[in-house]
C-alpha cells in the first residue's frame, strides 16, 4: 500500500501518545516532549504513520493541558519549544507524521486574553469569551450544565457578569461569534503549521459556538444519568451551524500548504451526522466521535455507523477509535471470555474500517484499565463523580516500559499516576521479542495491513449471522473479506462466495464449505 503524500493519511494508522504518561526524561515522574522524540523509533516500529499528541502547551493543569494559558508556548513540564522542533524533526526522519491537538472553544483562566476579557466590559477582548448578565435574582442565565459538575457558568465579580464553562471553572468558554477571537485561534494553527506540524486534531469541535440566544437546553431522556450534563439534551449550548463554517476557514488556511491533516473530535448524540457534516466538502479532512467508545460494540452498530457516514460525505475519510484518554480502555469496556483473542481482533477490525484508524498507546500492549484508588485520583471529573463514574485516570496512566520500579517509566520515587502491576507484566520489554505477544501482533498485523491495496478501497457491508460483522474491502486487483465474530459464541457460515483462501487468520478457520469463527475471533479472505 503506498500513501498519496498529499493526502497522506489515506490508508494510514495514527498513534495516540499522551504526553505526561508516554515516557519521563527528567525524573519528576511527568513524561515530556524528549521522552517522545527519544522513543519514536519505537512508535515507527508498530508500523503506524504517524503520531496524534494530546496537548503540551503551558497550562495551569486544571484538565491536564486542555486548559491551555499559552496556545504558543510548551509547558516547561513537557520542555520547551526547542524540544518541539526536535521531536518534529526526528519524527519526520523517521517517516512519521505528526498531529497536534488544537483546542479552540476555551482557554484556561490564566490565558491573557480572558485577563483582559474580564478586566472590564469595554476593553478589546471584552466580548472574546461568552459573558452574560445575571437574571434579576442574581441566578446564572441559564440551566447549561457544566461536563465536570454543577451549573456551567462562574460569577466574576470584576464585571459583575458570568462567564460560561463546559468543563472546570477554569476553562472559560470563548465566543467564537466575535470575529477577533475567532482569527486569533486560526492563527494559532498558522503558527504551528509554521513550526512543521502534519495536521492537528481538532478538540470537541462542535463545542466550538453556542446560540447566541442562550436558550435553557430542553431535558434529556437519561432520567437515570449520574451527572446533571447527562439530564440535558445539548441543543443550544453546541452543534451549532456556525461552528461548520469555521472548519471551512481551517481547512482552507490549511490547504495552503500541502498535505496537512484536519481531524475534528465531535462529542455528540448524533455521531454519525455530525461526523458527516464536518466532513462535507469544503471542510475537514476527517472527524471522530465517541460512537466506538461506548459500553459495548455490536455489528448493526459499525455498519450502520460507517454506511451513514460513506452516504452523507462520500469523500471523506473518517477517523476510528476504540480507546483514548478520556474513556476507560477497550478491553475493560467491552469484556470477552477470550481475552488475548478479543484484543487482536479488536486492533484487527480498527484497522481494517475505512477511515484512518487511531491507536491509543497501551492498546498496543493489550492494557486494561487501571484500577486508581480514590486518594490517588487527579481527574477533576473523577474527584467529582466518584465512585460511580471514576473519571479518566484509569486510562492515562504512565506506559510500562519495562517491569521493577518506575516500569522503565521514570526514576522519581513515584510517577504522577500508579502504575499497576498488571501493566508492569505486560511491559514493552517483555513482549518484546516474544513471537505470541499482542506488541508481536500488532507489528505483523500493521506490517501486513500496509501491503494491502484494499484497505485503501471501498466497502461493502454483508448480511450473515447476527453477531457476524462482514465487509469486503476491495480496490482495482484485490479483494479481501473480513469477517470479525464480535460474541462469545461459535460461528459457523458458509464460505460459498465470501473468498476462497485465508489471507490473515485470527483464530478462525475454513472447514469444508464452511467458515468457521470461535468467539472473539476473525479471518480475512481474498478471492
Known sequence: MTHDEHNWWRGAVLYQVYPRSFRDTNGDGVGDLNGITDNLEYIASLGVDGVWICPFYRSPMADFGYDIADYRDVDPIFGSLADFDRLIERAHALGLKVVIDQVYAYTSTEHAWFAESRSDRTNPKADWYLWADPKPDGSPPNNWMAAFGGIGWTWDSRRRQYYHHHFTPGQPHLNLHCDGARAAVIDVARFWLARGVDGFRLDVANFWFHSAGLEDNPPSSDTDAVKPWDMQAHVHDRSQPQALGMAAEIRALCDERSGVLTMAELATSQPARRMAEFTSPGRLHSAYSWVFLGDDISPELVRSTVEEVLASAPNSWPAWSFSNH???????????????????????????????????????????????????????????????????????????????????????????????????????????????????????????RKRQPAMTGGVQFLDLADDLLVFRRSTEGQSLTCLFNLSDDEVVYPSDGLGDRVAFDLGGRVAGSDVVLPGSAALILRS
Open 326 to 448: 478520556d474513556r476507560p480502555r477497550v478491553l475493560s469496556r467491552w469484556r470477552r471470555r477470550d481475552r488475548a483473542r478479543w484484543a487482536r481482533t479488536l486492533v484487527a477490525l480498527l484497522t481494517s474500517l475505512p477511515g484512518l484508524p487511531i491507536i491509543y498507546q497501551g492498546e498496543e500492549l493489550a492494557l486494561e484499565e487501571a484500577d486508581i484508588p480514590f486518594d490517588k485520583l487527579r481527574d477533576p471529573e473523577g474527584i467529582a463523580f466518584w465512585p460511580e463514574v471514576k473519571g479518566r485516570d484509569g486510562c492515562r496512566t504512565p506506559l510500562p516500559w519495562s517491569a521493577g520500579k518506575g516500569a522503565g517509566f521514570t526514576t522519581a520515587a513515584e510517577s504522577w499516576l500508579p502504575i499497576p502491576a498488571a501493566h508492569e507484566a505486560s511491559s514493552i520489554a517483555d513482549q518484546t521479542g516474544r513471537p505470541d505477544s499482542m506488541l508481536s501482533f500488532v507489528r505483523g498485523w500493521l506490517a501486513w
